[in-house]
């Protein structure tokens, strides 16, 4: 798939991204790997058949080296919820309802805007148990970003408006802005102890000023679903808003579980899983 602006996934991979990423991820030692540091690497899936996982243009061996994935095991019903949130324009409270109606565990990937303008929906998020991830301080391409110094100011500044806010340290979890990433950025990232994390199954839900409809929304979310699905929602989404609680029961019926993602990648890659809790912190 590509993709376009504060979205994520758009259309199906062209072969040549396909080839690229593969051959960059496959061998870090070798020349070739080495020349395609520097090249803008989209996400991309492909939907083969209802139900099942998608091909993705990085494979989860391919990834794992770097402490990156994009789903779970695809052999346990397990789903993973996630959320991308950039700004606030009014749907995060009724999706946070949701999730709590369900019981269900969410991370939220947050930008440093978010952080800075809604501190009390991030104490929300934290308090409810919901797992505060980081997609950078200004949601840049980071694929273009090779100067480790640079990488890491995208992340720290996210890490202490974390810490402020809820007097717990950032879970290390990282999302890449627009899925545009190289093989450096897996590398930096998983030095600073960050667990990479892509996505197995989205929907344009992005554009607020065009948002899917209900059933437009089911169509792309419910026959997609498979075992292992790390599903990717955006929180500005209305459609979002409106479908969750109904989304969240279809899935259950289904035989699905949700899951704690940032335990499983604890589990997997020995990441620190803390999820951020609220704490009394002193006046200022």
Sequence with gaps: MRRTKKGRIAVPVLLAALLLSAAALRNPSAPEAVAANAAITDWGLSFQAE?????????????????????????EKTIYLTFDAGFENGNTPAILDALKKHGVKATF??????????????????????????????????????????????????????????????????????????????????????????????????????????QQAFDKLLPRVHP??????????????????????????AGYTFGDLAAYCSGLFGVPAESPSPQPLPFR
């Excluded at 998020?125 to 980071?142: I, K, L, Q, R, S």
């Excluded at 292992?228 to 019926?253: C, F, M, P, Q, R």
Aim: charged share 20%; aromatic share 10%.
């Design 51 to 75: 139900g099942a996982p998608p091909a993705a243009n990085a494979s989860a061996q391919e990834l794992a080296p770097y402490h990156a994935l994009y789903m779970g095991d695809p052999a």
């Design 228 to 253: 292992g699905a790390v599903i990717l929602l955006h929180s500005t989404s209305s459609t979002n808003a409106a479908i969750l609680d109904e989304l969240l029961t279809k899935y259950e019926e």
């Design 109 to 214: 990937f947050l930008v440093g805007n978010f952080l800075k303008t809604q501190p009390e929906l991030v104490r929300r998020m934290a308090a409810e148990g919901h797992t505060v991830g980081n997609h950078t301080f200004t949601h840049p391409d980071m694929s273009k970003i090779l100067d480790p110094a640079a990488f890491e100011e995208e992340l720290r500044q996210n890490e202490a408006l974390c810490k402020e806010l809820t007097g717990t340290e950032m879970a290390k979890l990282y999302r890449p802005p627009q899925g545009k990433f190289c093989e450096e950025n897996l590398r930096m990232a998983s030095e600073m102890g960050y667990a990479t994390v892509f996505w197995s199954l989205a929907y344009v839900d992005w554009y607020t000023d065009d948002q899917p409809t209900a």
